[in-house]
């Protein structure tokens, strides 16, 4: 009988804030190391936590963009461990009575809706950060950047309703591109914005859970669904052997394509929480609930599906651009601009998101602007110019920042309509190629498409194809004779 995985996702975010949760420092990434500290982000004796209200209401918007329950209390915790990078020796979060509480994410993957339950939001401060290579003595010392402490996040916590690797990839892939949406994030993992545990656990069909493994600090889609991959494989495999699966905490070597143990798991007990003594409850109003959820973007499942109606597309290219606000933005741009929301899809998904790949710039990086982009549109669907054409000049567009009428006045490169210029080319080219057309009237009927190319490649394809098919077409029935 088949193994089945089973896997729940922690989700870390920070929250869009320019200070600190509980200081008023700088959550600003890229400062020399230890600038945005204090005495409060440093846990130094006598210091006290005053709650950042923004941290308060992004997690909140997160929590309803999300579907779920915020409760009107919640209270702070003391967790208690010993890291390095931890200055107070504890984190504050929250343990028993989170922030916000069952929702949902939906997404569409291979084809199939799927729902993956959210049991927890809660909010937390991030901790520092260990440096082991890089710095002088290196080999033999951590050193320690304490500009990441304090700053606030936000952990969500799915239900372990994943069934595969490839599906908590997506299901990471769609939780970024909600938080972000919403604005409760800007989801750069290069940064440490975002970031990812995963707990695995296989059994065969029909079987309780079984013992899970959490792989830590996974910060891309791709590192989640290759260590999710192995991890399931390593369990399969000591499994099939008699053995037993280790509760425990392991972390991806990326370089090796394997997980590595790091330490036995840690429990609830583990942590001795118990209530942030510093901090009262948090008390939400409702009226402060309806209010954000009021300022709610529209989020992408949303935008996919008006996608879908509004613009005809289909569910394929509709869920591609609505992966981020932006690149949707961008697109309905050039659609109501260019008249064609179809050719406004292709070509963004196509010639612009490969100069976006070559280039790796992200859309809002483009020296394109949907006008530009549209009005290339607009010469196609009007017959100005061909499609081979149009790919010479989106190249040249894009390099020069020069609109595609320009280009194509000071180039001469409109369609070719005039039948008497054609015609002369036609007759060059079969005249040229006479074996070709011998062939073809001796029954030999696929050269005629090589004659038509020749044609077109004659006339450096801006000749109108239609008029060249039926020239050419007209010239080879004509009775040799």
């Known amino acids: 009988m088949s193994f089945e995985p089973v896997i729940g996702l922690e989700i870390h975010t920070q929250l869009q804030t320019e200070s600190k949760l509980f200081c008023g420092c700088s959550t600003r990434f890229g400062a020399p190391p230890n600038a945005n500290t204090c005495p409060v982000c440093l846990g130094l004796p006598g210091a006290l936590p005053v709650l950042n209200r923004r941290a308060v209401e992004l997690a909140i918007k997160a929590s309803l963009a999300l579907g779920c329950t915020v409760q009107s209390t919640s209270i702070f915790a003391r967790k208690n461990y010993f890291y390095p990078d931890l200055p107070k020796g504890y984190q504050i979060s929250q343990y028993d009575r ?24 809660h909010l937390e401060e991030d901790a520092g950060k260990s440096l082991h290579e890089g710095l002088p003595d290196s080999d033999r010392m951590t050193s320690l950047d304490f500009n990441r ?34 604005g409760v994030t800007d989801g ?88 942030e003594p510093d901090l009262p409850p948090l008390r939400i109003e409702a009226g402060v ?25 289909p569910d394929y290219d509709a869920s591609l651009l609505t992966q981020s606000h932006a690149l949707a933005a961008y697109f309905e741009a050039t659609a109501a601009a260019a008249g064609n929301p179809k050719a406004a899809s292709n070509w963004i998904m196509g010639e612009l998101t490969r100069k976006m790949n070559e280039d790796a710039v992200r859309i809002e990086q483009v020296p394109l602007t949907p006008d530009a982009l549209a009005g290339l549109i ?50 060059k080219v079969l005249a040229a190629h006479a ?5 073809y009237r001796a029954g030999k009927k696929q050269t005629y498409g090589f004659l038509v190319g020749q044609v077109i490649k004659s006339m450096g394809g801006k000749a109108n194809p239609a008029l060249v098919n039926a020239l050419v077409r007209r010239e080879l029935d004509k009775d040799p004779a």
């Open 98 to 121: 989170p922030l916000a509480t069952e929702g949902a994410l939906e997404f569409e993957a291979r084809g199939e809706s799927r729902r993956v339950g959210i049991i927890r939001v």
């Open 149 to 182: 402490s304090g700053v606030p996040l936000i952990e969500i916590v799915s239900h372990p309703d994943v069934r595969s690797a490839a599906e908590a990839a997506e299901y990471f892939t769609r939780m970024r591109a909600l938080l972000v949406a919403a």
């Open 188 to 275: 750069n993992m290069e940064e440490g914005s975002l970031r990812c545990d995963a707990n695995v656990s296989v059994r065969r069909a029909g079987e309780p859970f079984g013992v899970k493994a959490e792989i830590k600090n996974l910060n891309s889609f791709r590192h989640v669904q290759r260590a999710l991959e192995y991890e399931i494989d390593r369990q399969i495999e000591v499994l099939e052997k008699g053995g037993a699966v280790d509760h425990e905490t392991r972390l991806w070597d990326t370089a090796a394509g394997r997980t590595m143990s790091m330490r036995s798991k840690e429990e609830a007990h583990d942590y001795r929480y118990f209530p």
């Open 289 to 313: 609930i309806q209010e954000l959820k009021r300022t709610l973007p529209e989020l992408p499942d949303a935008r996919r599906r008006r996608f879908v109606a509004q613009y005809a597309l």
């Open 378 to 427: 607009r010469l196609v669907d009007s017959g100005t110019i061909s499609g081979p054409t149009a790919k010479e000049v989106f190249e040249k567009m894009y390099a020069s920042g020069r609109s595609a009428q320009a280009i194509v006045e000071a180039e001469g490169l409109a369609r070719i309509d005039d039948e008497a210029a054609v015609q002369a080319t036609v007759a």
């Open 435 to 439: 074996d070709a057309v011998t062939q």
